[in-house]
């Protein structure tokens, strides 16, 4: 991959549930849960970051990289899941990127956001 030129490859990138913005949801969820370890070592981190050291922390995508990213907004805690869409770890509006996406939200939890061709018509 080292010899290849990204600026003028075409790709093609899925990204299934990604924190690019944060996870907020996480981090309020643990205040008020208490659970230690939810959500891992990189969760921890990604909770303490903004958007600004978020998008210099992960970096841009090549320039002719389409990118298709899936969120899920089925949380399964039924007190907040009318307050804002979450897969139970990520806000749908914490996977967005900067830049031109294609943006699909489907009715899964996080851990069921998964290829299904028909779903995602592809």
């Given at each position: 991959?080292?010899s290849?030129?990204?600026?003028?490859t075409?790709t093609?990138?899925?990204?299934?549930?990604?924190?690019?913005?944060?996870?907020?949801?996480?981090?309020?969820m643990?205040?008020y849960?208490?659970?230690?370890?939810?959500?891992?070592?990189?969760?921890?981190?990604?909770?303490?970051?903004?958007?600004?050291?978020?998008?210099?922390?992960?970096?841009?995508?090549?320039?002719?990289?389409?990118?298709?990213?899936?969120?899920?907004?089925l949380?399964?805690?039924?007190?907040?899941q009318?307050?804002?869409?979450?897969?139970?770890?990520v806000?749908?509006?914490?996977?967005?990127?900067?830049?031109?996406?294609?943006h699909?939200?489907?009715?899964?939890?996080?851990?069921?956001?998964?290829?299904?061709?028909t779903?995602?018509?592809v």
């Amino acid at each position: 991959f080292r010899s290849v030129n990204w600026d003028y490859t075409k790709t093609k990138v899925v990204m299934l549930a990604p924190p690019n913005r944060g996870i907020r949801y996480l981090k309020s969820m643990k205040k008020y849960v208490g659970v230690a370890g939810y959500g891992g070592v990189a969760a921890e981190k990604l909770a303490t970051l903004t958007t600004e050291q978020l998008d210099l922390r992960l970096g841009k995508l090549p320039r002719r990289c389409f990118p298709l990213v899936l969120a899920g907004k089925l949380c399964l805690n039924p007190f907040n899941q009318h307050k804002y869409p979450n897969d139970g770890l990520v806000m749908v509006e914490e996977t967005e990127l900067p830049g031109e996406f294609r943006h699909q939200v489907l009715i899964k939890a996080f851990w069921r956001v998964d290829l299904n061709l028909t779903e995602i018509g592809v």
